[in-house]
C-alpha cells in the first residue's frame, strides 16, 4: 500500500476531468478534502479500484495542510516571477515602487517584491497569499461594473458558491453578530465604502482586491427573525481573480476578521 504525502500528489492520481461526480467542483477540490479526511479516494467513481486500494491516505495532521500550502505559495511565487510589474500596475490597479508591487489589500498595502516575496504590516496568512498571486498572474485588469452577483451565479460560480456560502458567509455573519459595534468601526479602516441603495442594516464595499470589490449586507436580529449576511461579488470578478482564489479570497477575510474580534472585541 502507499501513502501519498500531500494533496498534489493525490490529483496526479486522479482523472482531472472535473467532472464533479464526486460533489466536489473540480479534482483539486476533492484532493484537498481527501488530504483533509473529509473525503477517501473511493469517492471518486473514475478511479480503478486497484488504484483505492493501493493508496489509502491518511487526513493530513494540520501542519500537512501548511506544508500543502507553502508548496502552493512556492508554485506562485515562480509565476509572479515571470511577470514584468511595470506592465501588469495598471492591469492591477497597485502602485510600482523601488520594492517591487504594492497592492492595497482591505485599505492596507501588500508589498511583492519580484522574487514574489509578500510583506506587510498586516500578518499574512496563505488564504490571502495565495489568491495575492494569483492575482498577479492572472488578473485582466477588467474595470468592476457595480452590478453584483451571488459566488453562484457567477460565470461556472454554481458549484463554488455551496462552499463559499458554508465557509465564509455562515461564519462572517456570526462574528458580525457577535461584534457589530466594533465592525461598523473596523469596516472604516478597512476602506469600505457605504452602499446606499441596498436595504440591508449594514451595506459596505469593501476591497480585498483593487479589481475585486465585495459587497456585505447585513440585517440585524429583529423580534422572531434571526440575522442575515449576503455576500456578492461585482460580475467582472471571475475575470480578474480565477473562481478558487475568489473563495480563498473570502476564507482568508472571515478568518481574518475572526482574529480581529478575538484580539480587539473583549
Ligand atoms: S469524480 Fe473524480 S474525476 Fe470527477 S471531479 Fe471528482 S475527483 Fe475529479
Known sequence: ??????????LKLLPQTNCKDCKMPTCLAFAVEVVQGK??????????????DEY??????????????????????????K???????????????????????????????????????CHVIPW??????????????????????PMRDLR???????????RTEVPMKRVIDGYLDMFKIMFEVFG?????????????????LPKVPLLICYWRPEEGMDSD???FWDVTAPDNLKLDALYYLGVGMTMMFEKVAQTHGD
Open 1 to 10: 500500500m502507499t501513502t501519498p504525502s500531500n494533496y498534489l500528489e493525490i
Open 39 to 52: 473525503k477517501t479516494m473511493a469517492d471518486c467513481p473514475h478511479l480503478d479500484q486497484a488504484v483505492v
Open 192 to 208: 469600505a465604502q457605504p452602499a446606499e441603495a441596498f436595504d440591508s442594516d449594514i451595506a459596505v464595499v469593501l476591497y480585498p
Open 83 to 121: 511577470v514584468d510589474f511595470a506592465v501588469a500596475a495598471p492591469k492591477l490597479g497597485a502602485r510600482l515602487t523601488e520594492q517591487g508591487l504594492a497592492v492595497p489589500m482591505l485599505g492596507t498595502d501588500f508589498m511583492v517584491d519580484s522574487t514574489g516575496l509578500v510583506t506587510s504590516r
Open 229 to 231: 449576511l449576503h455576500l
Open 156 to 166: 461556472d460560480g454554481m458549484e463554488w458558491g455551496q462552499f463559499f456560502e458554508h
Open 56 to 81: 489509502r491516505v491518511r487526513p493530513a495532521r494540520g501542519n500537512q495542510m501548511e506544508e500543502d500550502l507553502a508548496q502552493a505559495v512556492d508554485q506562485l511565487r515562480s509565476e509572479v516571477r
Open 128 to 149: 490571502v497569499h495565495i489568491p495575492l498571486l494569483q492575482y498577479i498572474t492572472t488578473c485582466q485588469g477588467v474595470e468592476p461594473t457595480g452590478q453584483w452577483l
